[in-house]
T-cell receptor
Framework: DTEVTQTPKHLVMGMTNKKSLKCEQHMGHRAMYWYKQKAKKPPELMFVYSYEKLSINESVPSRFSPECPNSSLLNLHLHALQPEDSALYLC?????????????FGPGTRLTVL | AQKVTQAQTEISVVEKEDVTLDCVYETRDTTYYLFWYKQPPSGELVFLIRRNSFDEQNEISGRYSWNFQKSTSSFNFTITASQVVDSAVYFCALIFTGGGNKLTFGTGTQLKVEL
């Protein structure tokens, strides 16, 4: 079973709000990822967690704050976002952090910032 | 530099037609993996196939087949007897030894299958 779940499916927030996106997997995977995807574009990597530690931050603005409370959970805390941050946010996981491991994606959260 | 090119932005076919999606990649690494993902309108990226650089065998899975040719740096995807449910954006992606876990995606091909 290669299932990654994400909540919520849709989120609308104002620029002064604080919200969080949640991602969960129960496949025993030890690497988890956040991607951002704008309309008609490919996904762009934001963060990688490897064994619950942040291993890659692709120079993402600090208004995005990732958190990995345990090996199954990945959160993305959002604060003071801009309208241009509106996008589909995809979570993925892989068995390990090696480039040889396939990344499996969740259904995404569609975020709209007003 | 690593790069994946999907020159076909959009393809429209009639149901039951065969269709081939092209993918050309660039990398200096000798060890790398290539992927195809499907993204239906719902948004989820669905993994279809992974192929490593040392395995040039073509693969068939039901109506799907993949042709990997290192000589032309291509990894093309063919859907036989297309169906409306195949309508989606298809991404080809590359990951290599020196790139950590970072997938390099092509720009995607929007496939529309009509009745």
């Amino acid at each position: 079973d290669t299932e990654v779940t994400q909540t919520p499916k849709h989120l609308v927030m104002g620029m002064t709000n604080k919200k969080s996106l949640k991602c969960e997997q129960h496949m025993g995977h030890r690497a988890m990822y956040w991607y951002k995807q704008k309309a008609k574009k490919p996904p762009e990597l934001m963060f990688v967690y490897s064994y619950e530690k942040l291993s890659i931050n692709e120079s993402v603005p600090s208004r995005f704050s990732p958190e990995c409370p345990n090996s199954s959970l990945l959160n993305l805390h959002l604060h003071a976002l801009q309208p241009e941050d509106s996008a589909l946010y995809l979570c993925a996981s892989s068995q390990g952090p090696s480039f040889t491991d396939t990344q499996y994606f969740g259904p995404g959260t569609r975020l709209t910032v007003l | 530099a690593q790069k994946v090119t999907q020159a076909q932005t959009e393809i429209s076919v009639v149901e039951k037609e065969d269709v081939t999606l092209d993918c050309v990649y660039e990398t200096r690494d000798t060890t790398y993996y290539l992927f195809w993902y499907k993204q239906p309108p719902s948004g989820e990226l669905v993994f279809l196939i992974r192929r490593n650089s040392f395995d040039e065998q073509n693969e068939i899975s039901g109506r799907y087949s993949w042709n990997f040719q290192k000589s032309t740096s291509s990894f093309n995807f063919t859907i036989t007897a297309s169906q409306v449910v195949d309508s989606a954006v298809y991404f080809c992606a590359l990951i290599f030894t020196g790139g950590g876990n970072k997938l390099t995606f092509g720009t995607g091909t929007q496939l529309k299958v009509e009745l």
